[in-house]
């Protein structure tokens, strides 16, 4: 192309006409793609800047899978509380119907202590009963009780003088059994209250196991022949029915905890959840998983024959449950505090990443009204770049038209 010989004014046109020419290119390049950077030769800082932005966004929201399943963990072990909520409110319901059944036994068991002389309710302390002691033992307690004149109480011990006074001392003592002057009017009778009608009365001196009660006489006093519980079989039946039930409520509490898992990760079977919230990994969240099987909540199967007797073993089993249902309770406050705050990040990245994003678009997307209005203005100087080299070459068709 050295060989062609251009006149000055033709040589500047062209140059004009290229240069619009590549703007027009550029142009073009902007509208069809949207953005002015797009090469790190376009603008360097706000390309490698912007795709920083872009490489942050992009991590962050790859982030926003693993908290969207940290907040189906929660809410399944949440599931999981419900439900367990409900067994527990169940298992107190059965407990209670044991309280409201007919008394476990036909008679319960009695123990008489007797003295020499006559015994009336308003003053025991006559005959050999008076400055007598009986001693009270339980698997927890001992309570000696003098029979005397005046009425006073201590630490295990207290001084009676009526049957009101010493049937109110037993209560208050936790000793389940209450006195009563029989017909013989020199003995003192001690019967097995309700709700502990299933014990077991002995005479030995000796702190019984469990739930039994040991009644002995001292000095003056003589502790008689233990007559013991008859128990009522109808009513057995029915308490029996109701340890069945209550077992099979055990077990779905066990089942429930076992199955309240997502993606693998059970917070009530004590597996814990980590939640990583940004792209450096120094933003976490631990959740410490908890184990809400029965033995975890403080619960256990019961025994046909054993449990449910009576009313003291029914109200033993609804203690624990009121601890289990607590416990509950205080579980589900923590995890919606949890889901709370994963909840919060979650929509914190969600925003920033749109933030990183539009920072982004600001440094590198193109002004599209700008540039239409540019390739506008382009395509205008285009035709007139060309009708001014084409002015330029009238002079060499001059010649031309000479020479012809």
Avoid: H
Avoid at 17 to 37: D, H, I, P
Avoid at 65 to 94: E, F, P, R, W, Y
Avoid at 137 to 156: E, H, N, P, R
Wanted: hydrophobic share 40%; net charge neutral; aromatic share 2%.
């Amino acid at each position: 192309m050295s060989d062609i010989v251009l006149s000055a004014s033709v040589r500047q046109n062209l140059l004009s006409l290229q240069s619009t020419a590549e703007l027009l290119a550029t142009t073009q390049n902007r509208l069809a793609t949207g953005k002015k950077v797009n090469t790190a030769l376009d603008n360097p800082t706000n390309y490698f800047t912007a795709a920083g932005l872009d490489n942050r966004a992009s991590d962050i929201s790859n982030l926003l899978d693993s908290i969207g399943n940290g907040v189906q963990v929660l809410q399944a072990a949440n599931t999981g509380i419900t439900s367990l909520q409900k067994l527990v409110d169940t298992a107190k319901s059965i407990a209670n119907q044991v309280l409201q059944a007919p008394t476990g036994y036909s008679s319960k068991a009695t123990v008489d202590v007797t003295g020499t002389g006559t015994v009336t309710a308003a003053n025991l302390n006559t005959g050999k009963l008076a400055g007598s002691v009986i001693t009270f033992k339980t698997s927890t307690a001992t309570l000696a009780v003098t029979i005397g004149a005046t009425f006073a109480t201590g630490s295990g011990t207290a001084t009676v003088s009526s049957l009101d006074q010493l049937n109110s001392v037993l209560n208050s003592n936790g000793i389940t059994a209450t006195a009563a002057v029989s017909a013989t009017a020199d003995t003192l009778t001690f019967t097995s209250t309700n709700d502990a009608a299933s014990q077991t009365i002995t005479t030995t001196g000796t702190a019984p196991t469990g739930a039994g009660l040991d009644i002995q006489g001292t000095t003056t006093a003589t502790a008689g022949t233990v007559t013991a519980a008859v128990a009522d079989p109808a009513s057995q039946t029915i308490r029996a029915n109701l340890v069945a039930q209550y077992n099979n409520i055990i077990t779905q509490i066990t089942t429930t905890a076992q199955d309240s898992s997502f993606n693998g990760i059970n917070l009530l079977n004590g597996d814990d959840l980590k939640l990583t919230f940004n792209e450096t990994g120094k933003s976490t969240l631990t959740i410490k998983g908890v184990t809400f099987n029965p033995a975890g909540l403080g619960l256990a199967p019961l025994t046909s024959g054993t449990d449910f007797l009576d009313n003291a073993s029914a109200k033993a089993t609804i203690t624990k449950i009121s601890s289990a249902s607590d416990t509950l309770r205080s579980q589900a406050s923590a995890l919606g505090s949890n889901l709370s705050i994963v909840q919060i990040r979650q929509d914190f990245n969600k925003n920033l990443i749109n933030v990183l994003q539009t920072g982004s678009s600001n440094l590198t997307l193109a002004d599209t009204n700008e540039e239409a209005a540019n390739s506008q203005a382009l395509s205008t100087r285009q035709s007139i770049a060309v009708s001014a080299l084409a002015l330029a070459n009238q002079s060499q068709q001059s010649v031309l038209q000479l020479l012809r």
